[in-house]
């Protein structure tokens, strides 16, 4: 059974640009989460979302950040015209429901030039 | 607004010796979880608190869950240098609600040293 699989591992941007991250959960998980790990800190939740829909996003930034689970394909998170600060890893975990631990991807690596 | 905080932050101990990293958090927690992260890679899963005076051990690390105190610890035992990492904290607390969202502690980055 494969792990939380994410994409790209590294993905380097310059100022304004779009970057897109993408995560396939494990089978049979149908709760995807998205953490950002700023350097030298811990990860802060971002947004949660099942099938087609978000359920919170209270972690999200208000303006160029945007994600979805669409039913077919993986959980996207979008950000639009990207700014220095948006620099971090972003990790993507899944869980089959809320009452269990939640398994991690590798995390994509955001770098903006 | 929930907060978990962990100390120390750094930790740089001998192999064989013991010590313990705490996790503190602030408002009423369904369950807390342990995790582990190497340079670059992933989180990897170690506990799973569930309730008043658990414990889990596996290998050289053990943690235990005092819900009233809201403290969980991780206590290692006679470390090696293969525990080398950053080590989390992670509560699971949703306004009463519980579903997944984890607010992490800062981290723990434990070096051990010959």
């Known amino acids: 059974n494969a792990g939380v699989m994410q994409n790209p591992r590294h993905l380097v941007r310059r100022r304004g640009q779009e970057a897109r991250l993408r995560c396939s959960p494990m089978k049979g998980h149908s709760h995807v989460y998205w953490y950002r790990q700023l350097p030298e800190e811990g990860l802060k939740f971002m947004v949660y979302l099942q099938k087609e829909n978000i359920i919170d996003e209270s972690g999200m930034p208000k303006e160029r950040f945007s994600a979805e689970f669409p039913k077919e394909g993986p959980s996207i998170l979008r950000i639009q015209q990207v700014v220095r600060g948006d620099s971090a890893a972003y990790f993507c975990a899944s869980s089959p429901d809320t009452n269990q631990p939640q398994h991690f991807g590798d995390g994509t690596r955001l770098s903006i030039l | 607004e929930l907060k978990v905080e962990q100390n120390p932050l750094f930790l740089s101990m001998q192999e064989g010796k013991n010590y313990t990293i705490y996790c503190n958090y602030s408002?009423?927690?369904?369950?807390l979880y342990w995790y582990r992260q190497d340079p670059g890679k992933s989180l990897e899963s170690l506990f799973v608190?569930?309730?008043?005076?658990a414990v889990k051990q596996e290998g050289r690390l053990m943690a235990s869950l005092d819900t009233k105190a809201r403290l969980s610890t991780l206590h290692i035992t006679a470390a090696v240098h293969d525990l080398s990492a950053t080590y989390f904290c992670a509560v699971d607390n949703a306004g009463g609600t519980s579903y997944g969202k984890l607010t992490f502690g800062q981290g723990t980055i434990l070096t051990v040293h010959p």
């Open positions: 608190l569930l309730s008043n005076g």
């Open positions: 408002t009423t927690s369904d369950r």
